[in-house]
């Protein structure tokens, strides 16, 4: 399932900005889609819906938000106002990405911001090379991970719904109770169909 909700680019502008701050000012490129990719699959687990509403895909590094990674790289298929915005709060040179101003915080929700530094409490420590093996352990990744080792593809649409999954013998920071975990499916579903009957 594709959401159809809509990608939120100033969220997205200001996790990047949120991150950047996080390290110090400057972060690698890698290590910051993998953190904003946790910090959506924590929100969606717990509240039901993604913080940026980005299109991820299963790539052989694992989880990327794939509108997230165009503004990060400040691709072409960007429209002007996406681009101008960004500009305003980070700049990218090479693989690192620098923040230029202060984060505007009024766009998250407290929800938001929970999810946020629940990554960065949880994850912020790491490499990027460390994240990309956490990221290959949960289900919505693991169920291409034979068409990445056959080389068939190198990258597939994931599904938001798979996010709610637990991974097989694993220790798991997302862990939540069967319950939780019912009550945020139950209200993306909800969130699914509004939007899907609004579009």
Not at 67 to 80: C, G, M, N, W, Y
Request: contains cysteine; hydrophobic residues 35%.
């Amino acid at each position: 399932m594709k959401t159809v909700l809509e990608f939120d680019y100033k969220k997205a502008v200001q996790a990047i900005n949120y991150f950047a701050k996080k390290e110090g000012g400057k972060i690698d490129k890698l290590k910051l889609i993998k953190l904003i990719y946790f910090a959506d699959r924590y929100h969606i687990r717990k509240y039901g819906r993604p913080i940026i509403n980005d299109t991820y895909l299963a790539m052989p590094l694992g989880a990327v938000g794939s509108s997230t990674k165009d503004i990060v790289d400040s691709s072409r298929f960007l429209a002007e106002e996406e681009c101008s915005y960004a500009k305003g709060f980070f700049h990218t040179a090479g693989n690192s990405v620098t923040s230029i101003a202060d984060i505007d915080s009024d766009v998250f929700s407290k929800s938001d911001i929970e999810a946020l530094d629940f990554s960065y409490n949880v994850f912020g420590n790491h490499k990027a090379s460390y994240l990309v093996d956490i990221c290959h352990k949960y289900p919505e990744w693991e169920k291409f991970k034979e068409l990445f080792e056959s080389k068939e593809t190198t990258r597939e649409l994931m599904n938001y719904l798979d996010f709610f999954d637990n991974p097989k013998n694993e220790i798991d920071d997302f862990a939540m109770g069967d319950d939780e975990l019912i009550a945020a499916k139950e209200l993306f579903n909800e969130y699914y169909q509004i939007a899907k009957y609004w579009n």
